[in-house]
């Protein structure tokens, strides 16, 4: 009798514990952004190498303090992508991050497709927002915008515990 009562417990204990475990990463840590809080929508410019607003409406984000790399969002321009390239630095390792589900607007999959196949372009959107990774931003032909937070070149070799290797700004000391 108590053997049974024991396994129910486990089984309880184990299905509130996984539970808890899946709010925890997909919905828990998240929180809507508002663009001017994100910094609004921004590309480096080829002129300047400095990040520039560019026109945008039907902003729609969501960012995390757990990680530097959980930022996505969605937008629409109505700037066009020959426009953007003349204009902007374009960003050729770009590798869309997976958004939770309920996050419906940022499909990393298709995302991903459309850079494979060129449809879609990523731009660099700020180059170190937070030391070692990038804010890319990626444009479709009709316009629709989508970004996302990646590391960098230097972020994965300092985050490895490695001297970062030259021409990378310097380390911060939280992360030495």
Not at 46 to 75: V, W, Y
Not at 87 to 105: G, K, N, R, S, V
Request: glycine share 6%; charged share 20%; net charge negative.
């Amino acid at each position: 009798m108590i053997s049974r009562f024991v396994i129910i417990a486990m089984v309880v204990t184990s299905l509130i514990a996984g539970a808890a475990l899946y709010y925890l990463q997909v919905y828990a840590y998240y929180r809507e952004v508002l663009a001017a809080d994100a910094g609004n929508v921004q590309m480096t410019s080829l002129a300047t190498g400095q990040p520039e607003e560019i026109l945008f409406e039907n902003f729609k984000a969501i960012d995390s303090d757990s990680s530097p790399i959980r930022f996505r969002a969605c937008f629409d321009t109505p700037l066009s992508q020959a426009l953007l390239t003349e204009t902007y630095e374009t960003y050729p390792a770009a590798e869309p991050l997976i958004a939770p589900d309920w996050f419906d607007c940022f499909d990393a999959e298709v995302i991903g497709t459309a850079l494979e196949s060129g449809e879609a372009i990523a731009f660099m959107g700020v180059e170190n927002v937070s030391y070692g990774v990038d804010r890319v931003v990626a444009v479709m032909p009709d316009g629709r915008g989508f970004i996302w937070q990646q590391i960098n070149s230097c972020g994965a070799v300092v985050f490895n515990g490695e001297p970062a290797p030259e021409g990378c700004p310097p380390v911060p000391e939280s992360l030495k």
